[in-house]
């Protein structure tokens, strides 16, 4: 996608790239792509958003991991109704250590400190709480 691409032009290249990628790497074991939930300036998105991974979705029947500001309702959700083969966690996985017996128990995340994000030091990295601690 290059600065002159539509949004619709934009999604017809990369569903052609995702179908090459299926073509030419037989037995891939899997696409990750992250659904657009960040807009300029580091502002999260919340609810549903304009333009989904569906259309690619559609195009592969490789394994399909979806990312991008899942919680555990949505990313249940997300699997159960068939939009993902399975859901990746990013920035919660930094700022959740616990994040997997959080999933389990059905417990919040802690919020990410995206002003620590890439900076040099500890903070934002080593220093979130576990369930237990909070």
Same mark, same amino acid.
């Given at each position: 996608?290059?600065?002159?691409?539509?949004?619709?032009? *934009? =999604?017809?290249?990369?569903?052609?790239?995702?179908?090459?990628?299926?073509?030419?790497?037989?037995?891939? %074991?899997? =696409?990750?792509?992250?659904?657009?939930?960040? %807009?300029?300036?580091?502002?999260?998105?919340?609810?549903?958003?304009?333009?989904?991974?569906?259309p690619f979705r559609q195009a592969t029947?490789?394994? +399909?991991?979806?990312?991008?500001?899942?919680?555990? /309702?949505?990313? =249940?959700? %997300?699997?159960? /109704? #068939?939009? *993902?083969? #399975?859901?990746? +966690?990013?920035?919660?996985?930094? /700022?959740? @250590?616990?994040?997997?017996?959080?999933? *389990?128990?059905? %417990?919040? +995340?802690n919020p990410c400190k995206r002003d620590? +994000?890439?900076? @040099?030091?500890?903070?934002?990295?080593?220093?979130?709480?576990?369930?237990?601690? /909070?």
């Amino acid at each position: 996608m290059d600065a002159t691409d539509t949004v619709d032009r *934009a =999604i017809e290249k990369n569903i052609y790239l995702v179908q090459e990628l299926e073509r030419r790497v037989p037995g891939m %074991a899997y =696409i990750h792509m992250v659904e657009p939930r960040v %807009a300029g300036g580091n502002v999260e998105l919340e609810g549903p958003i304009e333009h989904s991974l569906e259309p690619f979705r559609q195009a592969t029947s490789t394994p +399909f991991l979806a990312a991008g500001g899942y919680q555990r /309702s949505t990313a =249940i959700s %997300a699997v159960s /109704s #068939g939009h *993902a083969d #399975g859901i990746v +966690f990013g920035r919660y996985f930094v /700022s959740t @250590p616990d994040l997997v017996k959080r999933v *389990a128990a059905d %417990a919040a +995340f802690n919020p990410c400190k995206r002003d620590t +994000f890439y900076t @040099p030091g500890l903070e934002g990295y080593t220093d979130y709480p576990c369930l237990e601690d /909070s």
